[in-house]
T-cell receptor, first 114, second 114 residues
Framework: AQSVSQHNHHVILSEAASLELGCNYSYGGTVNLFWYVQYPGQHLQLLLKYFSGDPLVKGIKGFEAEFIKSKFSFNLRKPSVQWSDTAEYFC????????????FGQGTELSVKP | EAEVAQSPRYKITEKSQAVAFWCDPISGHATLYWYRQILGQGPELLVQFQDESVVDDSQLPKDRFSAERLKGVDSTLKIQPAELGDSAMYLC????????????FGPGTRLTVT
């Protein structure tokens, strides 16, 4: 079955620390890849996306992600986190032949200490 | 900025009762999605509409769940009868069309079945 795995359920960092959140998926074909973020009390919003081309994609608020096809991974990174980055982060995969369906990981809760 | 609207935001119902959720997508968005998010997990697609037609309802428990989008604009998701295991956040999302476009999520309806 197709699935998305996020390695960490809860990450706690101090401000200015670097962030990397892991995401792996199980699907052999072409995929579109996404990271969504949910800030406390707000709805899910798109952080960044990969459809094709340069495997290093940049998103909003200084986030970036790298698609490594051979590892079926799409890890999210930020060089220096801020307290305002405290949120839940979801990796999602859209298999190319399945319309717009998104398959989400279970989410990683990020807490940034001021 | 246009947003996806959902109502109600919170719903408490007793087991075996009927419950309905409403979603109004962003104007002009042809594709509408209903997701269910159980606490501690990522969203899971229940049903996808393209205009008024169902594209994917493979994960919709059709014995108790139904969804419609009669005029290809707003949509209703119904559960009858509700079960304790239906307690979850029900999210609506919309996109311009299919997989090539970002999905915009609404605030969700938090359902508690007692």
């Amino acid at each position: 079955a197709q699935s998305v795995s996020q390695h960490n359920h809860h990450v706690i960092l101090s401000e200015a620390a670097s962030l990397e959140l892991g995401c792996n998926y199980s699907y052999g074909g072409t995929v579109n890849l996404f990271w969504y973020v949910q800030y406390p009390g707000q709805h899910l919003q798109l952080l960044l996306k990969y459809f094709s081309g340069d495997p290093l994609v940049k998103g909003i608020k200084g986030f970036e992600a790298e698609f490594i096809k051979s590892k079926f991974s799409f890890n999210l990174r930020k060089p220096s986190v801020q307290w305002s980055d405290t949120a839940e982060y979801f990796c999602a995969v859209n298999p190319y032949n399945q319309g717009g369906k998104l398959i989400f990981g279970q989410g990683t809760e990020l807490s940034v200490k001021p | 900025e246009a947003e996806v609207a959902q109502s109600p935001r919170y719903k408490i119902t007793e087991k075996s009762q009927a419950v309905a959720f409403w979603c109004d997508p962003i104007s002009g968005h042809a594709t509408l999605y209903w997701y269910r998010q159980i606490l501690g997990q990522g969203p899971e697609l229940l049903v996808q509409f393209q205009d008024e037609s169902v594209v994917d309802d493979s994960q919709l428990p059709k014995d108790r769940f139904s969804a419609e989008r009669l005029k290809g604009v707003d949509s209703t998701l119904k559960i009858q009868p509700a079960e304790l295991g239906d307690s979850a956040m029900y999210l609506c999302a919309s996109s311009l069309s299919g997989s090539s476009y970002e999905q915009y999520f609404g605030p969700g309806t938090r359902l508690t079945v007692t």
